[in-house]
């Protein structure tokens, strides 16, 4: 299972999931078209505000904060827990484990070779946003585009890494799909999905600043529509990839812990 | 002829309920569950009424109404709708739905009650708590034809979201392919979080109607809730329950038409 190995297999990797992504995109319009959320929380962000601004928010604000959130979430969403859940339970994880290669790869790149198609759906969004709000939807200087790059990769990290160790729970308990939907409450309520966490009392943005959610989607919605000077943003890419790091160490640790313990049925 | 479907509806829930009663457990969990997601039908509301004290003619305890009226109907829609109908797109699909419309018994009537989960109705218990704080916050308690109206509007609400279910399913004889269907159908219910005049300020308006007339998610949540404050006018009530037996009327007649379209998926 060596570094070479892996990365050999990337390219193979990759497009098989891509192909996957295209032979299914029916079902991933429906899911797309399923994460109506950001535009439900628009509209009743777009009356609060009609008559005032609210914070720096006017209706337009809110209109370019909400699309970029329904564009982000569709480039840093992960369900690797419910295939992991999924594999486990059914046995099928056998099959990846046999192969010479790490199934936490396997995954990433399934995930990640969904991104071209998800674009498709992101870019148009952004473009609506920037019909309806104006050029200030989007970032204005090369740098801004660079940090949002690097804000997306790591919101993916970060969903991507949290999937992978809720999912390992299954190996003790038989199922995690409880764990997941608690994060994904969390992860609702606390990532500026369905508001601009700065609307929040002090009190408990500091306290937000300090979990992960945040960095998931609120970072990268607020580089791209520009809410922070780059010294700013460059603090907080810090604590996003400490995130993904502490996350890293927790996926691999509970995933190398939980896989001893798995027994495949069948035959 | 009554009698003997109520006897078959008899035999249908008990089945689910000695099911159910297998899984005991899963009263906690899913309570657990169920107050958990609540929490994000909430906390945009408590940001919200952080900022300002009336949105669109409607206080913190009223829209608090919306959202408890919003959760009670989820659970209906979890405990008793969902899982019958995921399970006719799963007979479509194999091609068992033969054996059902071999049954000398209405078809829509044997899918439409084939599964029960009662613990999933928990959100009924959520809702109706969220009803007791708000007239807590409100400082006063709802009329006695205001609760009489309410409970016939929970009726027609029902109704309206069956009948919503039934046409969602029925496309599924025309695509196959349409397991996540139940997402679609359940973010365009997110819809109904809020009170309809929320709406009032996109496209004109528009989305007012849409959702009034079209996909009446209006009727379902935001007039029960008006109907408990007492300020729904008799003429709104009255079209409401018309509006509802029309439309499952129709849902009915797509349903009958679409079976006709039923092949069979074995050789």
Known sequence: MSFRNTLRAMPTLLKVGFAEAVAYRAEMFIWVLSTTMPLVNMVLWMAVARDAPVGRFGQEDFVGYFLATFAVRQLTSSWAAWLINWEVRQGTLSMRLLRPISPLWAYAAENVAGFPMRLIVAVPVMVLSVVLVGSRAVPQHAWQWAFFVVAVLGGWAISFLANVAIGALSFFWGSSQKVMEVWLVLYFVCSGYMYPVELLPPALRTLIDWLPFRYQIGLPVEVMTGAHGWREVLWLLGAQWAWVAVMGTLAVFVWKQGVRRFAAFGG | ?267
Not at chain 2, 182 to 206: E, M
């Open chain 2, 1 to 267: 002829m009554v009698r003997r479907y109520l006897r078959l509806l008899g035999i249908q829930l008990k089945a689910s309920g000695l099911l159910a009663v297998q899984y005991r457990a899963d009263f906690f969990t899913e309570g657990l569950t169920s107050l958990f997601w609540t929490f994000t039908a909430l906390a945009p509301l408590f940001v919200v009424y952080g900022e300002r004290p009336v949105v669109e003619g409607w206080s913190f305890g009223e829209a608090l109404l919306v959202v408890g009226w919003f959760t009670l109907l989820q659970g209906i829609l979890e405990g008793a709708i969902n899982p019958s109908l995921t399970g006719v797109v799963e007979h479509i699909r194999k091609g068992t739905l033969d054996f059902v419309l071999l049954k000398p018994a209405d078809a829509q009537f044997l899918v439409s009650t084939q599964r029960f989960l009662p613990w999933r109705a928990f959100n009924v218990l959520t809702g109706l708590g969220l009803f007791v704080y708000a007239f807590s916050r409100l400082g006063r308690w709802p009329s006695v034809p205001g609760l009489l109206s309410s409970v016939l509007l929970l009726g027609t609400s029902t109704l309206l979201l069956y009948s919503l279910w039934i046409l969602t399913v029925s496309a599924a004889f025309y695509v196959v392919r349409v397991d996540n269907l139940t997402y679609l159908f359940t973010s365009i219910f997110d819809f109904a979080r809020w009170p309809s005049s929320v709406f009032k300020g996109v496209a004109k308006g528009a989305l007012t109607l849409v959702f009034t007339y079209v996909i009446p998610l209006a009727l379902m949540t935001t007039f029960p809730a008006e109907a408990m404050l007492g300020r729904l006018p008799l003429h709104a009530l009255a079209g409401a329950v018309v509006g509802a037996v029309v439309f499952a009327w129709l849902a009915r007649r797509v349903w009958l038409h679409s079976i006709g379209h039923y092949t069979s998926a074995s050789s």
